[in-house]
């Protein structure tokens, strides 16, 4: 069974930086895709960012130039560097893993999931 664990999250003042680890359970992390997605109070949840298997990595227009996602396989963590946030980005923030080297933007490319972390920034 693969678990994965957030952390990092906090609230932060408009302008101010977070950086969400995930860690994932088991050997074969570096095989998997993982993505952030984020989900706020009554909205969808939505596609943040992703990182491949080979480092690719890409991401929401609305978080581009802004956050990066990277990971580091030797410790089967993956990360997300959130710069210069905005209210509009406070959200439960969940990553993902999927169970092939590539995937996509939509929540059905994932196969596990997080229980998220609470992103909250103040205007």
């Known amino acids: 069974q693969v678990q994965l664990v957030e952390s990092g999250g906090g609230l932060v003042q408009a302008g101010g930086s977070l950086r969400l680890s995930c860690v994932v359970s088991?050997?074969?992390?570096?095989?998997?895709?993982m993505a952030w997605f984020r989900q706020a109070p009554g909205k969808e949840r939505e596609f943040v960012a992703a990182?491949?298997?080979?480092?690719?990595?890409y991401y929401a227009d609305s978080v581009k130039g802004r956050f990066t996602i990277s990971r580091a396989n030797a410790r089967n963590t993956v990360y997300l560097q959130m710069n210069t946030l905005k209210p509009e980005d406070t959200a439960v923030y969940h990553c993902?893993?999927?169970?092939?080297?590539?995937?996509?933007?939509?929540?059905?490319?994932?196969?596990?999931w997080g229980q998220g972390t609470q992103v909250t920034v103040s205007s």
């Open positions: 990182i491949w298997s080979s480092e690719y990595a």
């Open positions: 088991g050997r074969t992390f570096s095989t998997y895709a």
């Open positions: 993902a893993a999927a169970r092939a080297a590539n995937s996509g933007r939509g929540s059905g490319d994932y196969a596990y």
